[in-house]
């Protein structure tokens, strides 16, 4: 089992890992992209900070769409290899990488996975599990608040979330959607991932989960 302060940077190993054995033209689960895409987002994050900023900001978006094509076309194994070696040496994300990338290299790591034929679910430890739930308190919230009805998280062993409650039901309530399965696919789902094992009960029309 992994410990907090080595999770990041052992996912980021393993995703480099999986991503040099796939090849360039394997599917991911996210967006679309194919492997060569994920690998060109993933350098292009803690490599080029003006077209980074465009996966927040929308009117960068065209900085981010110009770059992230422009590594694409480079070495595949070379920009895989630049990313698995970490941001430069002044880069924030060298000093934030056990926060700022504790959820980012999860999710893409499954999203390659996944999307090749790896689907059974992994199992953490207890602090990395507690981690994870930790940054579902924070994200959910935001990334769920479009929903036109409350949907409450259930995870076994840990406090229920409740998120889109402007309407102050209780997560036992009949108006609530709920989402139940382990932490690591709750975090998944969160994230828009289909493919995370979870059940969902309610309507689940009234979801609406919504990028950073």
């Not at 907090?4 to 360039?24: Q, Y």
């Not at 990338?101 to 430890?125: I, L, Q, T």
Request: with cysteine; hydrophobic share 45%; glycine share 6%.
């Amino acid at each position: 089992m992994l410990g907090l302060m080595s999770f990041s940077s052992a996912e980021r190993e393993k995703l480099a890992a999986l991503l040099l054995e796939l090849g360039p033209a394997a599917p991911t689960l996210c967006g679309g992209w194919d492997t060569r895409e994920m690998a060109a987002h993933l350098w292009l994050r803690e490599h080029h900070p003006r077209a980074a900023a465009g996966i927040v900001f929308p009117f960068l978006s065209k900085v981010t769409e110009d770059v992230m094509r422009e590594v694409a076309e480079r070495d595949y194994a070379a920009v895989v290899s630049a990313w698995a070696a970490g941001p430069k040496k002044f880069h924030p994300l060298r000093f934030f990488d056990s926060v700022a990338n504790f959820a980012e290299h999860f999710v893409h790591h499954e999203d390659v996975r996944r999307a090749n034929g790896m689907v059974k679910p992994r199992e953490f430890s207890t602090v990395v599990n507690d981690k994870m739930y930790k940054t579902l308190t924070v994200l959910a919230p935001r990334m769920l608040t479009k929903s036109t009805k409350p949907v409450a998280l259930f995870a076994p062993g840990y406090p229920r979330l409740l998120a889109a409650n402007s309407r102050g039901v209780t997560s036992q309530g009949s108006a609530v959607v709920t989402v139940m399965g382990a932490v690591p696919e709750l975090l998944l789902w969160v994230f828009g991932r289909d493919e995370a094992e979870v059940v969902i009960k309610g309507d689940d029309t009234a979801i609406v989960r919504s990028s950073l």
